[in-house]
């Protein structure tokens, strides 16, 4: 009989452990839970105020790009209404730049690896800072469809969305 009160004693401070370790591990899941949606909405946070700065700048071209050169977003549509909305979204793509268009694809054609807008993005990136005032002479695609050089200015923000990191890149044509 007292063999079986110590049994019973046993069994109900190990049915009491097992309610606090079940107990501390639903609390585990659920404080995961909450800091994973909490970086999920602030990572949306930053995106959302990123494509608001892209939106904002209305004297110059602002293009969200990644590491591959996609744009993420743009003003360019908004700021040429005219320009159809047909190519890949590349930079050199979006910006008409002859090589990209005629190639296809931005950074598929023999001039793109001496391409100086690349170069310093590319750069940038690996060096994870900005740049200034980087002049360039781009050919550029009007809208007959004819060749046109262009002289832009371009500068860079190294902006991250989480731990992704991102350029605003700014690009605004030299007043001849």
Known sequence: MIFCEIEKRMYLCSMKQIDWLFLIAVVAVVVTIFLLAWHWLKRRNDYARLCERVHQHTDRYIFLIDQKFRVRETNFYELNEEVRDDQPYVLGNVLHCQTAIDEGLCGTGINCDTCPIRMIIKNAFKMKRGFDHVEAAMN?????????????????????????????????????
Not at 144 to 168: M, R, S, T, W
């Open 140 to 176: 550029l695609y009007n809208k007959q469809h004819k060749v046109e050089q262009v002289d832009v200015i371009v500068d860079g923000e190294l902006a991250f969305v989480g731990k992704v990191p991102y350029f605003l890149v700014k690009v605004r044509k030299v007043n001849v």
